[in-house]
């Protein structure tokens, strides 16, 4: 496995590219079924999920709309607590068949304070669509529609995950050794 260093901190390889490559085809694959005939609007968060999105995006049948908003709880390699929206959704999404897209759902904090919102608009259907799940940090029991994979407790960067800032732009997932 190789290793990489991130400002103080060593990771390890977790998820190698090919294998999120495939598993983002096959969710992708899985709402290009389940929404057939229909046109769902992608609601992606900011800024972990970009690369998932425009991933699961180049692997979509269905006429799509997408649209990305900024919620953010973490600094560092733990949640502060504190969910901040830095840019908002201006989409009404009434009657709209909406997907969150996630890069990460942890505690589920984040979208249990966001989803609230959401459901006020009265969409005709909500689903979430995560590319890591960590059942054992969830505090927030949320339903996830679409999983890529579930993993340990352990803190990740790489594929849009971050470290206070850096670790985005690599194209594995990597875990704190």
């Known amino acids: 496995m190789a290793l ?12 190698p590219e090919e294998l999120i490559q495939q598993r983002v085809k096959e969710l992708a694959e899985k709402i290009n079924a389940d929404y ?3 046109r769902p609007y992608f609601v992606a968060i900011l800024n972990g999920s970009f ?6 995006f180049k692997h979509l049948t269905v006429d799509a709309d997408i649209c990305f908003i900024k919620l953010a709880s973490y600094k560092g390699t733990q949640s ?9 959704l201006d989409e009404d999404l009434f009657g709209k068949d909406v997907i969150i897209v996630e890069d990460i759902v942890d505690t589920g904090k984040t979208l249990h304070h966001f989803l609230p919102r959401l459901m006020h608009q009265q969409p ?3 689903q979430i669509a ?14 996830l ?3 890529g994979f579930e993993i340990p407790n352990k803190f990740v960067v790489g594929y849009g995950l971050d470290y206070d800032g850096l670790g985005r732009n690599l194209k594995e997932i990597y875990q704190l050794v």
């Open 4 to 15: 990489i260093k991130v400002h103080d901190k060593t990771f390890e390889t977790y998820l």
């Open 145 to 147: 529609g679409y999983t």
């Open 80 to 88: 502060t607590g504190n969910v901040l929206t830095t840019i908002g």
């Open 124 to 126: 005709k259907s909500l």
């Open 36 to 38: 057939k005939g229909r």
């Open 130 to 143: 995560t590319l890591l799940h960590k059942p054992e940090a969830t505090e927030y029991p949320l339903t």
């Open 51 to 56: 690369m998932f999105a425009s991933d699961l």
